[in-house]
Structures are given as structure tokens and as C-alpha cells.
């Protein structure tokens, strides 16, 4: 896993700057996260000072960029050699893998204490086990052998606005695994539609992602179930009552339009349509937990639920 004598002396060539380890902290996936973060805090119930909740969300923030440190260090050998990866700062020299390993085992470690010491134990907890789970379940033993590789290990992905309520509350609840199953949900129509497209990168590294090892057509089919079954739970939090209207309704016209994108795409077997249904993924998501946290924010605010 460490550098050859040969890449140490590219790695030499090199004064890695402050913007390389920004790229290793993955900041777009980064920024998700913190979102959805931020966002299980402001629905969760009870008050917070703010200046723990800027911890909060803060360590939340350091977690998730440590994690994808540690993902980079690790997949570097495959990263090299995959198209859309291989400029990435440490298949292309200008980090060494022991300075990213370094830096993302210190983030971890301060994230996790800085949560456990300033906000709650629980919330310090649920990071530990997001890191770790993306670092050892994920990257180190499911994406390399698994095609339910992006299923199970999207878990890692939807525990942040989990860690944002128990910020808040110290404990979990019903409301925040509705959370974290709209997320876990999100994860496989979102990822086999970018892999439908991204395929001959993944096959010629052997990383045995759904298109790869079962085929296109079973990957549009389990992409049409998967949002099927993702869309009645994104109902839920106005069904239970800690969502407003105006989320039922985004929540059902978006959903509609994300369950035609995968019908079409069943249907027509167009890579077009599968950047489309992904790139939309992507804002769905986005407007889901937007729409969440301003009408807690405004809920909070007015006195009750807009």
C-alpha cells in the first residue's frame, strides 16, 4: 500500500499544497454530507447552543473528509488507473499515500474526540461507526467483492443527519432512521445509474459493480425497484408529522419525476437517460432535505410547521 521507491521519487518532485489535501477530503461529497448533517439538526426536537451546533456540524464535516482521505489512500492503485479518478492527488504524485494516510487517521481520531467532548457521547459514537464503516466495511471489503457493494455500504452515507439529531436529542429515534432510510435508499438508483455509464472504468479494474458482473438490464431493473421502494419513504416525514405540507408535496411531484426517469430508463436502455436519472439524483436529494430544513428552520421560528 506504501509508495515504491520509483513513486516516492515522483512524490519528491512535488511540494504538495493546501488545495491537494483539500481534494483528498473529497469536498463535494464533503459538502453533502454536512448538509444533510445540518439538516437532521434543525428537525430534531429540543435546543442546542449554537456554538455546539457549529461543532457539531463542524466534526460531522472533518469525519466525512477524513473518510475520504483514508478511501483515496486505500483505492489508490485502482484510482491510477480509472478515467475519472486518476488525476486524483495522490495517483497523480502530489501526495505520498503515507501523508494521506496520516493526515486522515489524525482527522478521524480529532473529529471523533472533539464530538464525544463537546457535544454527546452518542453523536461521537455514530461518527466512529460512519468512518469506520466507510473505511473497513465499504471500501476495504465490500466495493472489491461485492456487487451489493454500493447497497450495504451506502449506510456510511446516510448516517450524518442520524449524527445531526443526536447532537440534538443524545439519543435516536424513529424520525431520524426515516432519515437515514431515505438516504440509504437514494444510494443504489443513484450509483448504478453513474456505473451504467462509468462501466468500462470499474470492469477494468475489477471492481464487480452491479453493470459489470450482472449485466446493464438487471442494473436498470434493480434501479427501478430500489426507487419504488425509496419513494414511499420519502413520504414519511410528512406522513409522521415532523415534515410540513410543502415537503408532501415536493416529496411526491419529485418522486414522480425520479420514478419516470428510471421507468424511462428501463424502458429505453439509453445511457443518456442514465446521466440524466443521475445528475437528477443529485438535485433530488438536494431539494428533499432543503425543503426539510427550512420548514424546520421557519417551523422553529413561527412556532409550528409551515
Request: hydrophobic share 55%; charged share 10%; with cysteine.
Given at each position: 500500500?506504501?509508495?515504491t521507491?520509483a513513486?516516492q521519487?515522483?512524490?519528491?518532485?512535488?511540494?504538495?499544497?493546501?488545495?491537494?489535501?483539500w481534494?483528498?477530503?473529497?469536498?463535494?461529497?464533503?459538502?453533502?454530507?454536512?448538509?444533510?448533517g445540518?439538516?437532521?439538526?434543525?428537525?430534531?426536537p429540543?435546543?442546542?447552543?449554537p456554538?455546539?451546533?457549529?461543532?457539531?456540524?463542524?466534526c460531522?464535516?472533518?469525519?466525512?473528509?477524513?473518510?475520504?482521505?483514508?478511501n483515496?489512500?486505500?483505492?489508490?492503485?485502482?484510482?491510477?488507473?480509472?478515467?475519472?479518478?486518476?488525476d486524483?492527488?495522490?495517483?497523480?504524485?502530489?501526495?505520498?499515500?503515507?501523508?494521506?494516510?496520516?493526515f486522515?487517521?489524525?482527522?478521524?481520531?480529532?473529529s471523533?474526540?472533539?464530538?464525544?467532548?463537546?457535544?454527546?457521547?452518542?453523536?461521537?459514537?455514530?461518527?466512529?461507526?460512519?468512518i469506520?464503516?466507510?473505511?473497513?466495511?465499504?471500501?476495504?471489503?465490500?466495493?472489491?467483492?461485492?456487487?451489493?457493494n454500493?447497497?450495504?455500504g451506502?449506510?456510511?452515507?446516510?448516517?450524518?443527519?442520524?449524527?445531526?439529531w443526536?447532537?440534538?436529542?443524545?439519543?435516536?429515534?424513529?424520525?431520524?432512521?426515516?432519515?437515514?432510510?431515505?438516504?440509504?435508499?437514494?444510494?443504489?438508483?443513484?450509483?448504478?445509474?453513474?456505473?451504467?455509464?462509468a462501466?468500462?472504468?470499474?470492469?477494468?479494474?475489477?471492481?464487480?459493480?452491479?453493470?459489470?458482473?450482472?449485466?446493464e438490464?438487471e442494473?436498470?431493473?434493480?434501479?427501478?425497484?430500489?426507487?419504488?421502494l425509496?419513494?414511499?419513504?420519502?413520504?414519511?416525514?410528512?406522513v409522521?408529522?415532523?415534515a410540513?405540507?410543502?415537503?408532501?408535496?415536493?416529496?411526491?411531484?419529485?418522486?414522480?419525476v425520479?420514478?419516470?426517469?428510471?421507468?424511462k430508463?428501463?424502458f429505453?436502455?439509453?445511457?443518456?437517460?442514465?446521466?440524466?436519472?443521475?445528475?437528477?439524483?443529485?438535485?433530488?436529494?438536494?431539494?428533499?432535505?432543503?425543503?426539510?430544513?427550512?420548514?424546520?428552520?421557519?417551523?422553529q421560528?413561527?412556532?409550528?410547521?409551515?
Open positions: 500500500m506504501y509508495a521507491s513513486e521519487r515522483r512524490y519528491d518532485q512535488y511540494e504538495p499544497a493546501a488545495r491537494d489535501f481534494a483528498l477530503l473529497k469536498p463535494r461529497v464533503m459538502s453533502l454530507v454536512v448538509f444533510t445540518l439538516v437532521g439538526l434543525l428537525l430534531a429540543g435546543e442546542i447552543h456554538v455546539i451546533a457549529f461543532t457539531a456540524i463542524l460531522i464535516a472533518v469525519g466525512a473528509g477524513a473518510s475520504g482521505c483514508l483515496m489512500w486505500y483505492d489508490a492503485d485502482i484510482d491510477a488507473v480509472m478515467n475519472r479518478t486518476c486524483r492527488p495522490i495517483p497523480a504524485g502530489r501526495v505520498s499515500r503515507e501523508s494521506a494516510l496520516h486522515g487517521v489524525a482527522l478521524s481520531v480529532a471523533v474526540l472533539l464530538m464525544g467532548l463537546a457535544v454527546n457521547i452518542t453523536a461521537a459514537v455514530l461518527l466512529a461507526v460512519t469506520g464503516f466507510y473505511i473497513f466495511v465499504y471500501t476495504m471489503w465490500l466495493k472489491r467483492r461485492t456487487p451489493q454500493i447497497v450495504i451506502g449506510a456510511a452515507g446516510a448516517f450524518p443527519p442520524m449524527i445531526g443526536v447532537a440534538v436529542t443524545g439519543n435516536i429515534s424513529l424520525e431520524s432512521l426515516v432519515l437515514f432510510g431515505i438516504i440509504f435508499m437514494w444510494t443504489p438508483p443513484h450509483f448504478w445509474a453513474l456505473s451504467l455509464f462501466c468500462k472504468d470499474y470492469e477494468k479494474v475489477g471492481v464487480p459493480m452491479l453493470p459489470v458482473v450482472a449485466g438490464a442494473t436498470r431493473k434493480q434501479i427501478l425497484i430500489y426507487t419504488l425509496m419513494v414511499p419513504i420519502t413520504l414519511a416525514p410528512w409522521m408529522g415532523f410540513g405540507p410543502v415537503y408532501g408535496l415536493t416529496s411526491a411531484v419529485l418522486g414522480t425520479f420514478l419516470g426517469l428510471a421507468l430508463l428501463y429505453r436502455k439509453d445511457i443518456g437517460t442514465a446521466k440524466k436519472l443521475f445528475f437528477f439524483s443529485i438535485l433530488y436529494l438536494f431539494i428533499l432535505f432543503a425543503v426539510l430544513g427550512t420548514e424546520a428552520f421557519l417551523g421560528t413561527s412556532g409550528g410547521l409551515i
